[in-house]
């Protein structure tokens, strides 16, 4: 998923105010919320203790009070509203309201799937997975309708197309390489797919060529497996791109975009583009439709997305207001404002995503494994987690897997794996040179000619952290150069170019797509992932024993067993030093005083509209 | 004089083929991001962006699109599709417009009634502590940043975020027809952030220039022929120190109406320059050429009224 | 003579400026009958267009200090009221300026600036004002008045403006039209029109006028009195015949002969009057001239000369110690070409006058000089298009003394 803008680079910095340091390496860890989401620990800090009610791990989901219509703020625009397209956060926050994919996350947890559409998490133990781990056989809800005008029930066929139509160049899912397992995916182009049965109405089972059940079950979980109607969809889906999504839509969901009910389209109506969104209820949304283990309450009447206007103006806008949540990262001083005068409504959402330097692996100093350790070794992530503003928003990331994540505790937890270059926070000097050394330069320093090409973005304080990296590149003799463009225009143009060959990406970083950690390590370390353009393993990782074990992990059926396969990558991935862990992050959001927000611990915090209320 | 205009006009389009043509350039040679790149998304495979970028024709050579996107302006007077939404660029333009001509026209007249007085009386009474005070404030204005103005206004008088609530705050904008009250209320701060800094310029302008022309020679020339003090001061002195206000405040009309970023920015006022700016951000080029086309357009236009206008106050000056 | 109809008593006009006190006129007294012409000459700096500004009230200021009488059928102007005295100004007198391009509005039609000097004195109609309008353009002699009358001031040429703005003045038929240099800034041949204009016109109207200048060959022609002005002071006064024919104070014998003649031989140099014109602020001490006088003697140093009649003859006033029969031999050996050496020599010869008690004494002596050279602070901007005289070191001005 992608997330605003401003906050994959941009935390706070004047909660300095709040003072965190990290000082020494004695690990004294002191916890800033309840486990369940994962804990973010600093190892070696001092913790601000988070306030009441600024933690939503353990928030509480029902008998609340129904009601009411939601301001939702948001500085970026929509831009993919049909599910088979989205990835983008504010996106993800209608398509997760409006449609029902066949497995969901409920708020309080990020790794625990349930049952949406679905009525049962298929596994080995209920003939969910079989074959095994080729088949999967899910069953849906026999009632669910589809909004106006379509206004039927749904069948399994409806999601085979959703699938299917990933494919279609009109439509271009950017996540159909989960599904790559799935016989026939490969080739689909937007038909249909061989490896996809509907035996009847209500049954789905999907043939894979290779044992990657519980991959295909997480990414069931995407907004793409909501049921898309083929004879209302199909024609629009022949213009490019698609206009379902963007002049039309229906949903399954307990609220939807405010449209014409005779034909669907809500362009003008339910989403002015630039302007605003209108969220209704969806008056053939049926809430018995659900098993007991996941019922969204679908308390709020409406729903308002206000978009574009000022961070600085919105923040106070939203606490000293009513009936409203922002839904992009706060400005810095209104992070300050809310934990110092509002502290009941602003939450930290932990196991919000990460950031890492990357390194590219194949060319330049950084190609031999010891000057990346010495690398890591040098870099001081306590300044960095100061940069973002202390233990409120990020702690120290010592390996890649992160909190919320399934293998995150098996990998190491907050401490990660105990090698040498990983041990100190705040950065070793002499470990670093040591293992300079052992890449061949006596002196501890690099005598080479080379020089570190280094891009990072320009906004927020992106260029601070690229500053502590040159530092310790710098400090180990290297010569750098540093370029700081456009955030976008470093992910376009250099980082995610291999040809571009950039040595350091300092400002990158990464929020999975669901809790199988494969989501999180898969496509930035994977060797045959690298692609020319819109490369996302940055550091163009091609290790053949990490993938040999990432496809291992990728084809373990048994969940435990899995988890455990891609911990250990993770591992490798630590001893191989393929990037430096920087941070994990917790994301800030804020709520007026009258709204009783639920933050989806499995989305980065964001406000989930079909749990939030009004008091 | 109509031959003068027709020319001008001619000039005009030549200049705002050229301004588009820039544009384009700016575009491919700066470092932006691919429009296709940032559509595709995150590990979109080769394909997408290919099939991306051939629909949105990003794959001809620039000249190719140019030459495209100029005859499509002039023979079916379509100025392209937003990469994003896919709108039409032209709706989304026409939608914004309204914001910004209100919230242009509203404060010009704002700035015009307050600055005009304030600067012929602080020439009028140079020196007294009336004209130090009114200086003093218009310097003050002068050096403010409109976007700090703009958020101090709203941190005291917002009805939703300030101290003292009175007026509407961010985001409550709405159409002129869809509600009259609501419409000018709202925009009552939007009005006086752009007025302040602009009154101040011109009250500083005009007391200049009417220094300035109280020492010209027609002006004694006027006292001696035993007009009253007032005549002299408004009938000779403010009609010449005046003219050149006159053409200041066409080219800030022209500048302003291609939209106050920073303000509908801090207000939320859906206006052009808003449009502009976030889809810079998005690298949603149709957009952009379009928005400063028209940004240009108004400039040019503005230009030559100006021009024109001048010819009518000044009698010395003759186009052919 | 007759009542005099403007009866100037013993002015005083002083502007109070960063640097100092400006004392621009200080303290001249001059009468004009009916009918009558007064020339009033000087340099730039001489406080001439003082006088007459004051005369119409526009150096009335905050930093201006006016003393004295201007008696205007018996009233006095200076006391005046300024609703009263607007409604003297363009009607009872009038007054026409330098430059007549800025000195009409740039922006409005010459009929329309017409129109509304008459408007403003009277109730008529727009037609008939405009009617009046194009009467007094024929009047000054300019053709095709209808057509013009529409017309710009940019659309004139310069001796058709100055004729516009001489119709303008004469819209109500003032009693007194006092004219500001008003050849200056037109060629030779132009001036000469406008001249005859204003004599032809005096006639018709039979109205008096004071005209303004630093040509004294301008005023020969049509004043029937002059009055040189020096440093803000009349230093002689006399009828035309008198001043060109028995001149009597030095400064006028300088303007005389540095009047370029047709029929000097060729080669000749002018001669220029030595020196520039004195501070307003720090005047010289005793008489003004001094400094620039090549007939100096101690005495002239520190005694402040007074207007007295030149050889009897009461009309003919100046303000000279030298002795009269100095004086006239002096001029005689000007006219004849005779060395300046000698006829200084014949300045020495004349008897010291006595120095009165209260002159200047001996230690308080000036040059006229500043203490620090500023800029110039006369309210009005007279830039004579003629004469500049070069700053030549005059032997007889001495190392500085400042109080």
């Known amino acids: 998923m992608r997330k605003y803008r401003a906050a994959i680079v941009g935390a706070i910095v004047g909660v300095l105010a709040l003072g965190v340091t990290a000082c020494g390496s004695s690990s004294s860890s002191s916890s800033t919320s309840k486990s369940g989401g994962g804990s973010t620990s600093t190892p070696s800090a001092q913790s601000v203790p988070l306030k009441s009610g600024e933690n939503p791990v353990g928030q509480s989901l029902y008998g609340n009070k129904k009601g009411g219509t939601l301001t939702v703020y948001s500085s970026e625009d929509f831009e993919h509203l049909d599910p088979g397209e989205s990835y983008f956060e504010l996106d993800y926050a209608v398509d997760y309201a409006t449609q029902r994919p066949l497995f969901s996350y409920p708020p309080n947890s990020a790794s625990q799937l349930l049952p949406d559409l679905a009525t049962a998490l298929p596994t080995t133990a209920n003939g969910g997975i079989t074959n095994g781990g080729k088949t999967i056989t899910v069953h849906i809800q026999p009632n669910v309708k589809f909004s106006p005008p379509v206004s039927r029930v749904v069948t399994s066929k409806d999601v085979a197309f959703a699938l299917e139509r990933g494919d279609n160049p009109n439509v271009a899912n950017p996540y159909m390489t989960y599904f790559a397992s799935v016989i026939g995916a490969a080739t689909g182009k937007g038909g249909p797919w061989a490896g996809i049965s509907t035996p009847n109405n209500t049954t789905i089972v999907f043939h894979l060529n290779k044992p990657q059940a519980q991959v295909v079950i997480g990414a069931l ?223 501890g320093k690099y005598t080479g000619n080379a020089v570190i090409q280094i891009v990072g973005a320009n906004n927020g304080n992106s260029p601070a952290i690229v500053q502590i990296f040159n530092s310790a590149l710098t400090s180990l003799g290297f010569k750098t150069h540093v370029s700081l463009v456009d955030q976008s225009v470093m992910y376009s143009k250099y980082c995610g170019v291999p040809k571009q060959e950039i040595d350091a990406c300092p400002t990158v970083g990464w929020i999975r797509d669901f809790a199988n950690p494969l989501t999180t390590l898969y496509v930035t370390f994977y060797g045959p992932a690298i692609v020319p353009t819109n490369n996302s393993n940055w550091g163009q990782v091609n290790n053949p024993q990490i993938n040999a074990a ?37 994301q800030a959001n804020i709520e007026s005083g009258n709204v009783d927000g639920i933050n989806d611990l499995w989305d980065t915090g964001s406000w989930d509209f079909m749990f939030t209320s009004l008091k | 004089m109509a031959r003068y205009i027709i020319r001008r006009i001619l000039w005009g389009i030549v200049l705002l083929i050229l301004v588009s043509a820039l544009t384009f350039v700016i575009f ?71 914001a910004t001509l209100s919230l242009t026209i509203g404060a010009v007249i704002l700035w015009v009634v307050a600055g005009i007085p304030i600067g012929i009386i602080s020439a009028i009474k140079r020196g007294t502590f009336l004209d130090r005070t009114a200086m003093g404030v218009a310097l003050t204005f002068v050096s403010m940043p409109v976007f700090w103005l703009a958020l101090l206004l709203l941190y ?66 006027a006292r001696a022929k035993g007009l009253s003090e007032r005549r002299v001061i408004w009938h000779h002195g403010v009609r010449s120190a005046i003219t050149p206000v006159v053409t200041v405040l066409g080219l800030d009309i022209g500048g302003l109406l291609g939209g106050a970023v920073l303000t509908e920015t801090v207000f939320e006022i859906h206006g052009i320059g808003l449009l502009n700016f976030n889809a810079i951000n998005e690298s949603d080029f149709p957009i952009v050429q379009g928005t400063v086309l028209l940004a240009a357009m108004f400039i040019i236009v503005m230009n030559i009224v100006v021009d024109v206008g001048y ?7 003759k186009y052919s | 003579m007759s009542e005099a109809l403007l009866s100037v008593q013993e002015l005083r006009v002083a502007f109070h400026s960063d640097d100092g006190i400006v004392h621009a006129v200080d303290g001249i007294s001059y009468e004009i009958g009916a009918g009558k012409t007064l020339g009033i000459v000087g340099e730039s700096g001489s406080g001439k267009s003082v006088s007459s500004l004051t005369t119409l009230g526009l150096t009335r200021g905050s930093r201006a200090q006016i003393e004295g009488q201007m008696l205007f059928e018996g009233r006095d102007l200076i006391t005046l009221p300024d609703d009263e005295l607007r409604k003297i100004r363009g009607n009872d007198i009038a007054m026409i300026f330098q430059d007549p391009l800025s000195a009409l509005h740039p922006f409005y039609r010459v009929g329309a600036q017409l129109m509304e000097t008459i408007q403003v004195h009277r109730h008529v109609s727009k037609s008939a004002a405009k009617a009046r309008a194009v009467e007094l353009l024929e009047l000054v002699g300019i053709p095709d008045p209808k057509r013009r009358v529409d017309q710009y001031p940019h659309e004139f040429s310069g001796g058709m403006r100055q004729r516009a703005m001489i119709a303008m003045a004469l819209a109500n038929e003032p009693k007194l039209l006092i004219a500001d240099e008003p050849t200056t800034a037109l060629d030779v041949t132009v001036q000469a029109q406008i001249l005859a204009l204003l004599a032809d016109l005096q006639e018709r109207l039979g109205m008096a006028i004071i005209i303004i200048t630093h040509d004294l060959g301008v005023v020969a022609e049509i004043a029937d009195e002059i009055a040189v002005m020096y440093a803000g002071r009349i230093v002689e ?69 007074r207007l007295e009649p030149a050889n009897g003859s009461t009309g003919h006033v100046v303000a000279c110690l030298l002795e009269h029969a100095v004086r006239d031999r002096i001029w005689d050996g000007i006219q004849s070409g005779r060395d300046p050496e000698a006829l200084r020599r014949m300045a020495d010869a004349s008897p010291s006058p006595a120095i009165p008690a209260g002159a200047t004494p001996a230690a308080e002596e000036s040059d006229g000089t500043d203490s620090e050279p500023s800029e110039s602070r006369l309210v009005e901007s007279e830039s004579p298009a003629g004469e500049r005289l070069p700053p030549t070191e005059s032997p007889y001005i001495g190392p500085e003394e400042t109080r």
């Open chain 1, 221 to 443: 979980s995407l907004p793409i497996t909501s049921p898309v109607p083929k004879e209302f969809a199909a024609p629009m889906d022949k213009h490019a791109p698609t206009t379902y999504g963007s002049t039309a839509i229906v949903a399954t969901g307990p609220y939807m975009l405010e449209s014409n009910p005779k034909t669907g389209v809500f362009a003008g109506l339910g989403y002015q583009t630039g302007k605003s969104a209108t969220l209704v209820r969806n008056p053939n949304w049926d809430a018995s439709t659900y098993t007991s283990a996941y019922k969204p309450p679908a308390y709020l009447d409406r729903i308002n997305v206000e978009i574009g206007g000022d961070a600085s103006v919105i923040g106070p806008q939203v606490l000293k207001g009513s009936d409203s949540v922002q839904l992009d990262t706060p400005a810095n001083s209104v992070v300050k404002l809310a934990y110092e005068k509002y502290p009941s409504q602003i939450t930290f959402t932990p196991g919000s995503g990460d950031h890492y330097i990357a390194l590219d692996n194949q060319h330049g100093p950084f190609a031999n494994v010891n000057v990346r350790r010495a690398a890591w070794a040098a870099e001081d992530r306590a300044a960095i987690i100061k940069e973002r503003g202390g233990s409120l928003t990020a702690a120290p990331a010592t390996h890649f897997i992160y909190p919320g994540n399934d293998g995150y505790a098996q990998s190491g937890g907050a401490a990660g794996p105990q090698v040498p270059w990983n041990t100190d926070v705040n950065g070793n000097l002499a470990v670093a040179e040591k293992y300079m050394k052992a890449a061949g330069y006596p002196s």
């Open chain 1, 550 to 586: 990432m496809v291992a992990a990728e084809n373990t059926v048994d969940q435990t067993a899995a988890t455990q396969a891609w911990a250990n990558v993770d591992k490798m991935l630590v001893n191989q030093a393929v990037a430096i862990p920087e941070d994990f992050d917790n």
């Open chain 2, 28 to 98: 491919v040679v700066f470092p932006t991001a691919n429009p296709a790149q940032l559509r595709a998304g995150r590990n979109a495979s080769p394909a997408i962006i290919r099939h991306i970028t051939v629909e949105l024709g990003l794959n001809h050579s620039i000249f190719v699109q140019f030459w495209d996107y100029m005859k499509g302006i002039f023979f079916h007077f379509n100025f392209g599709y937003s990469y994003y939404s896919q709108q039409p660029v032209l709706t989304l333009i026409a939608d914004r417009l309204p």
């Open chain 2, 156 to 221: 005291f008088f917002a009805s939703d975020i300030g101290k003292f609530p009175l007026l509407p705050g961010a985001n409550s904008y709405v159409g002129l027809t869809a509600d009259p009250g609501k419409w000018f209320t709202s925009l009552i701060l939007p009005w006086l952030v752009l007025a302040a800094t602009q009154a101040a310029i011109y009250s500083r302008l005009l007391r200049g220039n009417l220094l300035e022309v109280m020492g010209e020679d027609y002006i004694r020339t």
């Open chain 2, 311 to 317: 010819a009518y106050l000044d009698p010395r000056v």
């Open chain 3, 237 to 305: 006064r006399g009828t035309t015949q008198e001043i060109f024919g028995a001149p009597q104070h030095p400064y006028t014998w300088g303007l005389l002969s540095s009047i370029p003649r047709l029929d000097s031989p060729r080669g000749e140099e002018l001669v220029p009057i030595s020196g520039r014109p004195p501070s307003l602020i720090n005047r010289p001490s005793g008489c003004y001239f001094h400094p620039r006088c090549p007939y100096v003697r101690d005495a002239h140093k520190r005694v402040d000369p």
